[in-house]
């Protein structure tokens, strides 16, 4: 398996034998252990699991200032007989570097990114839930730690993986607001990089959508806002008289989203016809009057499929009656199945530990 092996420092006093795994919530609950890398003199080095632990920074580290910090967000799935798969981490590795390279920060290479990787999750299987629907949520990221307060790149950086169990993601379907004024990317930014920033950008107009009764926001493009772009921190599809229309990210304002390069791939297969295009939002409003807008849902790694019940463009109010759907709960199925072993891998999605 592994060309590497990369050292490990045991957890003396490891969470697992007493953890509750009927407790674990998404986010809140971390593994025994981690693997750390640094990058020094244009090189990784030090690279090593050991027990999870807070990690000490110069209050004048780069990262803490300007920003300069990327993340993925990959799930490993326990099947019915026990094994251990991680679905399509080689995805998430060029989409790392390619983040890496859009916020001037170094390259990870391929063996400390998905051996890494494998070894660490590999280590902590006993975390997995074995339950349908429960997974393991893994978390690479770098950062800027350069002590100096000049807006340069840093010359010193910190590669981390953490692990957390996640339960059965069940997420209620969600109201969404058209957002028409505040913005998530924009052409020649960094939307389709999973930095830091974008994130941070997006808590107030979401907190303003909230206080409307709302939960989440769907983007537009950030010089019309004409085109949809994003839900929240999930691609969208819509479904139009029978066909799928999901927003292309030739412009770089969508997040490239492996969730949504496979359900393309898999909703093909299933006899939808799926288009790549740029979608305005008076082809949705339109749709939805003739009675031919059918489903709308984000698609992501933490839920798969989030059903959408209520699309708002100012006052115009689009609602979904969740129990007719077809489209997106097929998807949801389909992928979990591909995810839990209970149909065939037939694109090879899955790497066994
Ligand atoms: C991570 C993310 C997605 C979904 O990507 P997946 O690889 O499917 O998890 C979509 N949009 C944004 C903005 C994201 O950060």
């Known amino acids: 398996m592994s060309s590497h092996s990369i050292p490990v420092i045991k957890n003396e006093h490891p969470k697992l034998p007493t953890f509750n795994m009927d407790e674990v919530a998404f986010g809140k609950h971390f593994t025994d252990h981690m693997l750390t890398a640094d990058y020094e003199n244009g090189e990784w080095n030090n690279v090593v699991i050991k027990p999870y632990s807070p990690i000490e920074l110069d209050p004048s580290s780069a990262v803490l200032h300007y920003g300069q910090t990327i993340f993925e967000g990959i799930k490993a799935f326990k099947n019915e007989k026990g094994e251990v798969a991680i679905f399509r981490p080689d995805q998430n590795f ?84 058209i957002e028409q004024h505040y913005t998530r990317a924009t052409p020649g930014g ?29 983007w537009t493009d950030a010089i019309e806002h004409k085109y949809v772009e994003e839900v929240g921190m999930m691609n969208v599809m819509f479904v139009i008289d029978g066909k799928v229309i999901t927003p292309s990210t030739e412009r770089g304002t969508v997040l490239k989203g492996v969730t949504r390069a496979s359900s393309i791939i898999l909703l093909r297969e299933m006899g939808y016809e799926v288009e790549e295009r740029n979608l305005a939002v008076s082809e949705i409003v339109d749709a939805h009057k003739k009675g031919l807008l059918q489903e709308v849902f984000g698609v992501g790694t933490a839920a798969v499929v989030s059903y959408i019940s209520k699309l708002a463009h100012g006052e115009y109010e689009m609602n979904f009656d ?24 037939k694109h090879g999605w899955l790497l066994y530990i």
């Open 322 to 345: 969740l129990d007719v759907q077809k489209v997106g709960p097929a998807l949801k199925k389909h992928l979990n199945d591909i995810r839990m072993g209970n149909i065939a891998d």
């Open 94 to 177: 060029i989409r790392f570097n390619t983040s890496a390279e859009r916020m001037q920060m170094p390259a990870i290479p391929e063996w400390i990114f998905m051996e890494g990787m494998q070894q660490l999750v590999q280590l902590e299987k006993g975390w997995i839930p074995s339950k349908p629907d429960c997974s393991l949520y893994i978390r690479p990221f770098m950062i800027a730690t350069d002590p100096f307060l000049g807006v340069r790149p840093s010359q010193t950086y910190k590669f981390m993986i953490i692990l957390g169990p996640s339960g059965a993601y069940f997420s209620a379907p969600m109201k969404i607001y």
């Open 190 to 218: 960094v939307g389709f990089a999973k930095n830091g920033g974008n994130y941070g950008a997006s808590l107030y107009p979401v907190t303003l959508a909230q206080q409307k009764g709302y939960d989440q926001v769907l």
